[in-house]
């Protein structure tokens, strides 16, 4: 657990993050891999995990009228992917494809609800961290 709690700590999204804080939140986490091409998502289906991007890219695409995908956005290590994790109805608003080896840390979310729900800090911290990425894509989504 040691390890996780470091590359948590020093992930971007959790930057500043109180140590009590992210020990809650590597009791929910686990290190993961993406092959190149490997969905971590589908349009549509229940947001299970979040995560922190260490290493790769991630395409995130949009299928638009007429049957086409369309990549409105790509991320990078340092970033994350999975923040409807947080919004009723909990579903994936598009697919994230691994464009090249990918390496982050799944936080399941089942778990981090309910440690958001207990303990108030946590839950204002990721809202804190949460929210702006959320509008930031928001126009992306509904163009």
């Known amino acids: 657990m040691e390890g996780l709690n470091q590359i948590i700590s020093e992930h971007p999204f959790f ?14 986490a686990k290190n993961l891999r ?4 490997q969905y971590i998502s589908h349009e549509g289906e229940t947001v299970d ?16 009228p007429g049957g086409s995908a369309i ?19 909990y579903r994936w608003p598009f697919d994230a494809k691994a464009i090249e080896m ?6 399941d979310v089942s778990c981090l609800r ?10 204002y911290a990721m809202m804190k961290r949460t929210v702006p990425i959320l509008f930031g894509r928001l126009p992306l989504l509904s163009g």
Do not use: N
């Not at 956005?73 to 947080?86: C, D, F, K, N």
């Open 49 to 64: 995990r979040f995560y922190l991007i260490r290493q790769g890219r991630v395409a995130l695409t949009k299928t638009i």
């Open 15 to 28: 930057a500043g993050l109180e140590e009590r804080l992210c020990d809650l939140v590597c009791d929910c």
């Open 114 to 123: 309910e440690k958001c729900e207990v303990d108030d800090d946590l839950g």
């Open 102 to 107: 990918t390496h982050a840390i799944a936080l």
């Open 71 to 89: 990549t409105f956005q790509t991320i990078s290590g340092g970033e994350v992917v999975g923040i409807a994790w947080m919004v009723s109805p």
């Open 34 to 37: 993406f092959e190149a091409g």
